[in-house]
């Protein structure tokens, strides 16, 4: 056992290749502080959407499409104001956690109205993208839910199934708009 300490201490340790610690969650408390960093996750998506909505309003070509994602902001906003009163509620200043999934979900969506022309392709291309945040959204809000219930976070639970609800109805206008969207080949080789 000391031989093998001693040629532990001739190691030399590179600190520029060490990542940070990140928390282990465990137990109750765990649990708890878990949901809370995943509610600061969800306040940092939702911060993301405002940020990205008028840039999709402005890329969008239909009028259908304009309307359901200012329908959208307007209840994104109202979603944000709802977790900044529970963060407030707790006596905690609301706070970002950092989600690398609606980053990569928005720079899909980016990438997209690069790649494509104002028109309908584009307004094709939003809607496919809005609607695969859509499904993490629901996802998200649906765990979230059952999270909060297991942990007798009433009042919670009842504004993340508010917001479940529309996060539903936007997937469901989104799918419509998605369902307009035909094209049709001028010739036999499309």
Known sequence: ???????????????????????????????????????????????????????????????????????????????????????????????LERCQAIEALLDNIDSIIEDTKFGMVRDAGIVLGLLQIEHYEIATYTTLITFAENLQENEIAQWLFQALNEEKIAELRLAKIANTIRFYPDDSSF
């Open 1 to 95: 056992m000391d031989a093998a300490r001693k040629s532990l201490e001739n190691i030399e340790v590179n600190f520029e290749n060490v990542r940070p610690t990140r928390n282990r969650f465990d137990g109750r408390s765990g649990f708890r502080e878990f949901f809370l960093n995943e509610l600061k996750s969800l306040y940092y998506v939702e911060k993301a959407l405002l940020k990205a909505f008028p840039k999709l309003i402005k890329n969008s070509c239909s009028f259908e499409l304009i309307e359901a994602i200012t329908i959208h902001q307007e209840e994104t906003k109202l979603q944000s104001l709802r977790l900044e009163d529970d963060f407030l509620h707790r006596n905690e200043n609301p706070v």
